[in-house]
């Protein structure tokens, strides 16, 4: 997993010094539609009513006009800046289409602060995801967005492993608003029933819900308003250009769980109390409010055999 920038203000000018971020101009060309997806995240964070509570982490961000200070600084926090930098980020399709150096030099014209935001938002990501071809996507999810989604650090990953020796394991969907990702993919998927972060009720008490069907989880993730980019200029562009065309996106999580005792299953609705027991595998994008099959059963056969198939060689082989 790619290590996350450390926020400490001594840390981030180090970092932006030494030119440690620069590596996100080859995350732009090889991973556009990761980076674009990163990007919609953000500004669903941003936009979101509760963005004081799960935009977290808050941007670390050196001024690029002045080098000794901070530009978004968590300790003083600047959400109408922030929105206005992100605001001016490029499609990243369109970023694809000239070089770096080019790329760099229009997202400069627009805010001087775009460009550094865009390297932060990649650098800060702490998940391994990919976007998986075709031949590697399961088709009964109905959408193109697919992506493997490995969000848990090493060490949670091998305490899961060795848990899964003990106790085995199977598949079910973890349902969120596209708000929370954002934290998610830089903090892990976390227990948050009766905490701050809790936006649905926990009826079936403390910890992580998933289901095996697909259309309880998909009731979990809501609509949010969002796109990756809104400024006039980029606005103005043919729709076919971005990755995500609309404004209002959907998405979900497909997990494995340890099927050990501490699972409680009380009918479709499960709830894992132990965090390191649940992993992310995949996520799933939908636009315009779309959903795939309400109907999926993560426990019949066919299912878990088109699971395997695809998740057999991205994981497991290592």
């Known amino acids: 997993l790619p290590p996350a920038v450390c926020t400490r203000e001594l840390c ?4 932006y010094t030494l030119g440690v971020m620069s590596g996100a101009a080859e995350e732009v060309a090889t991973g556009a539609e990761v980076v674009d997806l990163l990007v919609a995240m953000c500004r ?3 936009e979101s009513p509760r963005k004081s509570i799960i935009f977290e982490p808050y941007p670390s961000v050196v001024d690029p006009s002045d080098p000794k200070t901070l530009a978004f600084n968590p300790k003083k926090k600047n959400y109408e800046r922030l929105q206005k930098a992100l605001d001016s980020v490029m499609s990243i399709r369109e970023m694809t289409q000239g070089s770096y150096l080019e790329i760099k030099k229009q ?8 460009h550094p935001l865009l390297q932060w938002i990649i650098s800060s990501n702490r998940s391994h995801i990919v976007k ?6 399961l088709k009964f999810m109905h959408t193109s967005h697919q992506f493997l989604l490995l969000s848990s650090p090493p060490a949670k990953e091998a305490r899961f492993r ?7 394991s199977t598949f079910a969907f973890h349902g969120s608003h596209i708000e929370n990702w954002h934290s998610v993919l830089r903090n892990g998927l976390v227990n948050a029933s009766y905490t701050k972060l809790q936006l649905h009720g926990a009826a079936y008490g403390k910890g992580i819900y998933l289901s095996p069907i697909s259309s309880i989880s998909f009731g979990y993730s809501g609509t949010i308003l969002t796109c990756v980019l809104s400024c006039d200029l980029c606005s103005s562009r043919p729709i076919q250009s971005r990755f995500l065309q609309s404004r209002n996106l959907n998405c979900i999580a497909l997990c494995e769980v340890i099927t ?4 409680q299953k009380h009918g479709n609705i499960w709830v894992c109390p132990v965090s390191d ?4 595998r995949f996520f799933f994008v939908y636009e315009d ?4 099959d309400a109907n999926i059963n993560t426990q019949e056969p066919k299912i878990q055999k088109e699971i395997m198939r695809v998740i057999g060689t991205q994981i497991y082989s290592s």
């Open 12 to 15: 981030v000018f180090s970092f």
């Open 44 to 46: 669903a964070a941003l």
């Open 107 to 114: 997202m400069d014209k627009l805010d001087p602060l775009a």
């Open 132 to 137: 998986l071809p075709l031949s590697r996507q």
């Open 162 to 168: 060795t848990a899964k020796k003990l106790y085995g």
């Open 260 to 263: 050990s005792k501490d699972l």
């Open 277 to 280: 027991h649940v992993c992310t």
């Open 289 to 292: 409010g779309q959903v795939g």
